[in-house]
């Protein structure tokens, strides 16, 4: 990853926090106003604090971590709050507003660390803050002349570490520790003014392929605080969340719930104000999907919610740009085809509209590919039924359980080694798998080679590039590997392709021993070891492809079994060589005619 995408964040992230500092002393608030602004308890009134990983919801975290390791993301979120915190005063029937229309920016960049944990830095800042107390009000509130003000909030840093990965396992965990840095500005209700934590559990899952719900448990550790006759501080986190897609692939609604309960137990009289909640409703909009480009999934958040106790507020309105995923992002899920998509885009009828005019998601509910009458989404044998002739599951009965149908199996009661009338046969003399009555030569077997292997006559493929014969597979092309490696180029996948099927194909081939073979040019242990690392390369490729590997064996030469002399170009280049050598090829084995020599020239 490139460090200027890596800086980009974090630069704007000190930027945004020498400016919120600088709000923090307008130079037009006198002594007085300081004074009155040291009597507001030091307490971080923010209740919204939103979750930075791209797996998460709003408030609410995910169990997942980006895919992409060392992938920087982020963005940020703008909320405003309608009265967040008012108090009877005086007399029970006075409403004071304590704090009144604040605006907050929370600007974040997240870093997957690995494939289970992801480290993100989060600022908030307060941008504008009013309160409808009076001057007369100041000696309890303190905060009569504070009006209009601003400051940086409490610096948070977020980790996450993933525990059961909900691409594995019907559920997701995930435990999230939050620390904050009293970092914020004094008298205004933006910090704790000394370090507080929160330890939360993430448990995720998926209630169908359309959805991602969580679920979030945990505790906040802060100081005790009076504020205003309410007890605040320590507390029990609580939250849901749920993402949905709504009628298009790129864009989800989100429902968020959260609340908190205090954890003192000496107050017997534990009111609302002191139990905040707030539920929240958003849209999350992807403009950039698709795409291999650090930007990928930058999408828009647009929300409102409500809420009751302190730090509740009676309307939120919020904004965010981020990379938050949409539609379960890595998970992988299309929600273009099916779904939500079917409530506004219904399937046209299949009987007077063109197959090629169906769209995909509608193809497998209305197509009946055997004309069963059963759907090809529903039918398990979507090609081989007959209607009034099909069991419950669209395929054709078959009691004798020989795989030629009842309908058409003229020995219904007789399974076993059938003809294609669904009758017992006795005879396959070559032991290739084809009947004697439709086998042109009965008694040599066929090579399976993809050319002609279903008249059952042993041949060879002229366009093949590998072919057996007596104790040897030859191959046509050489085998190329990187300049002093052990590493085959991708142009030899096709032949070793070709090597392996033969294998595969051809069971009565018995060991074989791939060998590697140098040049006498360089020290001889080290040909001899790199002989030795490219023909066990070549083993893992062919055991990869579906070789038993209890048929290959590998050795490596280095230049005692030249074939050619080592005192010319061309010579060397035959020296440099891989070789198939069968051992245990029956005596009695049909194999294809050897053509010209098929030893490979390796890019030593």
């Known amino acids: 990853m490139s460090f200027h995408k890596l800086l980009v964040p974090f630069a704007l992230l000190g930027m945004l926090l020498i400016s919120s500092l600088a709000m923090a002393d307008p130079t037009d608030l006198n002594a007085n106003t300081d004074r009155l602004r040291s009597q507001v308890p030091k307490y971080n009134l923010q209740f919204w604090r939103p979750a930075p990983n791209p797996g998460d919801y709003l408030t609410t975290y995910g169990s997942m971590i980006d895919a992409a390791h060392w992938r920087v993301t982020g963005g940020f979120y703008a909320n405003y709050a309608h009265v967040p915190f008012k108090i009877k005063y005086t007399d029970e029937s006075q409403m004071k507003n304590v704090i009144v229309n604040p605006v907050f920016l929370d600007l974040y960049a997240s870093l997957s660390l690995f494939s289970w944990a992801e480290i993100a830095v989060v600022m908030p800042v307060l941008l504008y803050e009013d309160t409808d107390t009076t001057f007369q009000d100041s000696k309890v509130f303190g905060l009569s002349q504070a009006h209009h003000a601003a400051g940086a909030g409490d610096l948070r840093v977020v980790v996450k570490g993933k525990i059961l990965d909900l691409n594995k396992y019907p559920v997701g965990l995930a435990l999230i520790g939050d620390l904050s840095a009293p970092t914020g500005k004094k008298g205004v209700f933006v910090s704790d003014d000394m370090v507080s934590f929160t330890i939360n559990a993430a448990l995720e899952f998926n209630p169908w392929d359309k959805a991602r719900m969580a679920v979030n448990v945990g505790y906040r550790y802060r100081p005790k605080r009076d504020i205003y006759g309410f007890t605040m501080g320590q507390a029990f986190i609580i939250s849901g969340a749920t993402s949905i897609p709504f009628f298009h692939q790129d864009l989800d609604l989100l429902l968020d719930l959260r609340g908190e309960i205090a954890t003192y137990p000496s107050d017997d009289n534990l009111t609302q104000d002191e139990r905040p909640f707030e539920a929240d409703l958003a849209f999350r909009y992807r403009f950039l999907r698709g795409t291999t480009e650090w930007w990928r999934g930058f999408a828009m958040t647009l929300g409102v919610g409500t809420g009751i106790g302190i730090g509740g507020p009676d309307v939120r309105a919020f904004l965010g740009l981020n990379f938050h995923w949409v539609n379960g992002g890595m998970l992988g899920w299309d929600y273009e085809f099916g779904g939500f998509m079917s409530a506004v885009d219904p399937c046209p009828d299949p009987d007077v509209t063109p197959p090629s005019q169906i769209p995909e998601r509608c193809r497998n509910v209305l197509v009946d590919s055997d004309g069963d009458t059963i759907p090809d989404k529903d039918d398990k044998c979507p090609f081989a039924g007959r209607a009034g002739q099909i069991d419950e599951f669209g395929c054709s009965p078959d009691r004798d359980g020989d795989t030629i149908p009842d309908y058409a ?150 230049p005692d079994r030249p074939i050619d002399s080592n005192d010319t170009k061309e010579g060397r280049a035959r020296n440099r060589r891989v070789e198939f050598v069968v051992l245990g090829l029956p005596d009695d084995a049909k194999t294809p005619a050897k053509s010209e020599s098929s030893n490979s020239n390796g890019d030593w």
């Open 409 to 558: 199996d003229l020995c219904p009661d007789e399974g076993g080694r059938v003809d294609r009338n669904g009758c017992p046969v006795k005879l396959d003399s070559d032991g290739d798998g084809l009947l004697d009555e439709v086998d042109k030569c009965p008694y040599e077997p066929e090579t399976f080679n993809g050319y002609e292997d279903e008249d059952g006559c042993p041949d060879a493929d002229p366009d093949a590039l590998v072919e057996l014969t007596a104790g040897k597979i030859n191959i046509k092309e050489q085998v190329f590997f990187e300049t002093s490696k052990a590493v085959i180029k991708s142009e030899s996948f096709e032949l070793l392709n070709q090597v392996a099927q033969l294998l595969i194909d051809n069971p009565h081939v018995g060991n074989v021993t791939v060998e590697g073979h140098t040049d006498s040019r360089g020290k001889y242990d080290y040909n001899v070891k790199l002989s030795q690392d490219r023909a066990e390369s070549v083993m893992k490729y062919l055991v990869d492809r579906g070789v038993d590997s209890k048929r290959l064996n590998a050795v490596g030469y280095g």
